[in-house]
C-alpha cells in the first residue's frame, strides 16, 4: 500500500539535489530511533508478533509513510529499509518476517526506480559481481530468517545493523 505513494515520491526525489548536511542528521536521528526501538521491543517480539498479525495497517498512515521513505530514501540513497522496517515494526502493523519481506519488496522497487531514473547513470565495473554476491547473501539470510532465527533475534540483528548504518550517515 506504502509504494503507491513511495515510487512517485522516489521519481520526484530524483529530480531534487540535496547536500550530505541537509539530510544527514535527520537519517542519523531516524535511524538511532529505529535501533533503539528494535532493542526495546526484542525480548517481546513473539508477543508483539501475536498482536500484530491481528492488527491492520491503516490505509492513510501506510500511504503517507510510504510516500516519505521514498523521499527520504532517494534523497539519501538508501533502500528505505532502515526507515521502513523500524516503522512497520514499531507501529505494530507487521510481524517480524512479514515486515521483513514486505520492506526487501518496497525497497527493491525504490532502488530500481531510482537507477532507472538517474539521468546519467554509471555503474561500476564490479557490480556484476557485488550482484552475485548480493543474492547468495539473500538466499542464506532468507533461510536463517525464515527457519533458524527467532524473531527476538532477528530484531536484534536489525539493531545491530542499523548501529552500523548510523556510522555511515556522517
Request: hydrophobic share 60%; proline share 5%; aromatic share 10%.
Amino acid at each position: 500500500v506504502g509504494a503507491i505513494a513511495s515510487i512517485p515520491a522516489v521519481y520526484f526525489a530524483t529530480k531534487m539535489h540535496f547536500t550530505a548536511p541537509s539530510y544527514a542528521l535527520v537519517l542519523g536521528i531516524l535511524i538511532m530511533i529505529g535501533a533503539i526501538g528494535m532493542f526495546a521491543q526484542a525480548e517481546r517480539a513473539d508477543t508483539l508478533d501475536a498482536r500484530a498479525a491481528v492488527n491492520k495497517m491503516p490505509m492513510l498512515a501506510a500511504i503517507f509513510a510510504g510516500g516519505c521513505i521514498g523521499l527520504f530514501s532517494a534523497m539519501t540513497g538508501t533502500g528505505g529499509a532502515v526507515i521502513l522496517t523500524p516503522l512497520i515494526l514499531l507501529a505494530g502493523w507487521m510481524p517480524t518476517r512479514e515486515a521483513f519481506g514486505t520492506s526487501v519488496v518496497i525497497v527493491w522497487l525504490n532502488s530500481l526506480l531510482a537507477f532507472w531514473m538517474l539521468e546519467a547513470p554509471t555503474y561500476p565495473s564490479q557490480l556484476p559481481y557485488w550482484a552475485i554476491i548480493v543474492a547468495i547473501g539473500a538466499l542464506i539470510g532468507t533461510q536463517l530468517g525464515i527457519r533458524v532465527l527467532s524473531t527476538r533475534t532477528l530484531r536484534w540483528m536489525v539493531g545491530a545493523v542499523m548501529v552500523i548504518a548510523l556510522f555511515y550517515t556522517t
